[in-house]
């Protein structure tokens, strides 16, 4: 049993929680970094990395397709046991690499589960750590439905480390996991099932470029379930039954795949006064819960989406917060992307909220697929739709759904932060054939 003084503490060793214990260990604060699993996160380790990873299996895999006799004489097929190798030739290092990284920077570490014994200390085992500053970093985890039968549930974890693909799947949930896993198992073979308790799936995407990824995929074979409710899951020697008012339907796995919910529960956080609900840490336009308290990414309720390019991004204002730049966080237009087949990905003003301001938005929609850079590659679909203001003619939302989606929305993010209007790229010369020489006719 230990006490121990620090000026900071960061509870969680993701991406936020490392870069913030990193930037203050940098800054000469003495830093202390709690997790209760492994070092790394919630990305690198069952996160973003290794689901791209198999998505680039899958995106090998559709190529090869779409070129078969234009060039390309066989459809490339997925080894599940080697493509679970390669990714965990990018997983299995992290723990003890972050770990050593930690040490070497001289950031103390204590691997455990970090209670709240006030507002400035923090139990972890049989020791006690105290600190001025207290950064709340614990990510979100899997939701599991609450129905009869829910143990046999598998989660988004689960899928990424599974060392056989089952033949028959079902994801329950309508949200960017669920249709890229879809798409990914459907590729490695397994006959696919998507459940969803509404009609309108990807609720935060474009409608209907959502209605077109359905649609693809439903012609490559993956079934949709729409506006029902799983009521019961049970296990049989054939496999596992799913029961719901409008559905019957077996299958040999099953994954929930309908939110994530934040690790706020061994945190005591009422004993430092921090008040929550059921989407997280309630804080406030400079992420203090308390003050001195802060909590950044998926597990704090911002209006940041939960990705790890915005965690990041509260990461670092968070530390400036500590280091004395006292003020309100603001975020930049954010990018969110479906790494499915075709991809689906989308910046800014929707369409939706441009049409409730005709006078003041223009919206354009483009049919791309007979532009050239998606012929070659032989592209069935390729949509956009870019919402510019009337008058400066100015980047204020875009969408897009083909396979170079989350390239074109990286542009689109470039040309927002800098006030570019696509005239403007008249007058730049951009490599050809590519999909940066297509911005220009984006107009």
């Not at 390729?382 to 083909?402: L, R």
Request: proline share 4%.
């Amino acid at each position: 049993m230990m006490d121990y003084r620090f000026d900071a503490i960061v509870i969680g060793s993701g991406v936020s929680g490392t870069s913030a214990a990193y930037a203050l260990n940098e800054a000469g604060k003495k830093v202390a970094i709690i997790e209760e699993r492994e070092w790394g996160g919630t990305c690198v380790l069952r996160g973003c990395d290794p689901k791209k990873v198999l998505a680039g299996a899958m995106e090998a895999h559709n190529f090869s397709e779409r070129l078969r006799g234009k060039g390309i004489k066989q459809v490339a097929e997925i080894d599940w046991k080697d493509l679970q190798d390669f990714k965990r030739s990018f997983v299995e290092p992290v723990p003890e690499s972050r770990l050593e990284g930690f040490q070497e920077a001289k950031i103390e570490t204590f691997k455990g589960s970090a209670a709240f014994l006030d507002a400035h200390t923090v139990q972890v085992g049989a020791d006690t750590l105290a600190a001025e500053d207290i950064i709340i970093a614990t990510g979100a985890r899997p939701s599991i439905p609450d129905i009869e039968g829910n143990e046999i549930f598998l989660t988004s974890d689960d899928f990424l480390d599974l060392e056989t693909l089952p033949k028959r799947i079902a994801f329950v949930g309508g949200g960017y996991i669920a249709f890229e896993f879809a798409a990914i198992a459907h590729a490695a073979g397994s006959e696919v099932h998507l459940i969803h308790h509404n009609s309108r799936p990807l609720k935060g995407f474009d409608e209907d470029h959502v209605a077109m990824l359905v649609s693809s995929l439903k012609s490559d074979g993956v079934h949709f379930h729409f506006d029902t409710d799983v009521e019961r899951l049970t296990r049989k020697e054939s496999g596992i039954l799913l029961s719901a008012e409008n559905l019957t339907l077996e299958v040999d796995a099953v994954f929930a795949t309908a939110g994530r919910k934040p690790n706020i529960e061994r945190l005591n956080l009422e004993k430092a006064g921090i008040k929550t609900n059921r989407h997280g840490i309630i804080v406030n336009q400079s992420l203090e819960a308390i003050p001195h308290v802060l909590a950044v990414g998926d597990v704090a309720i911002t209006p940041g989406l939960p990705l790890t390019p915005v965690d990041s991004f509260e990461a670092d204002f968070a530390v400036s917060y500590i280091l004395g730049k006292k003020q309100e966080i603001h975020y930049p237009a954010i990018p969110s992307v479906v790494f499915s087949s075709p991809k689906l990905a989308e910046i800014g003003l929707t369409e939706r909220e441009a049409m409730q301001e005709k006078d003041r938005y223009h919206v354009n929609e483009i049919d791309m697929k007979n532009w050239y850079t998606y012929r070659r590659t032989n592209e069935y679909l390729s949509h956009a739709k870019i919402i510019t203001e009337k008058g400066t003619e100015k980047i204020v939302g875009a969408s897009f759904i083909n396979e170079e989606a989350d390239v074109m929305i990286n542009y689109v993010v470039l040309l927002m932060k800098a006030g570019l209007t696509l005239a403007d790229l008249d007058s730049v010369i951009f490599a050809y054939p590519s999909q940066a020489s297509d911005l220009p006719s984006l107009r």
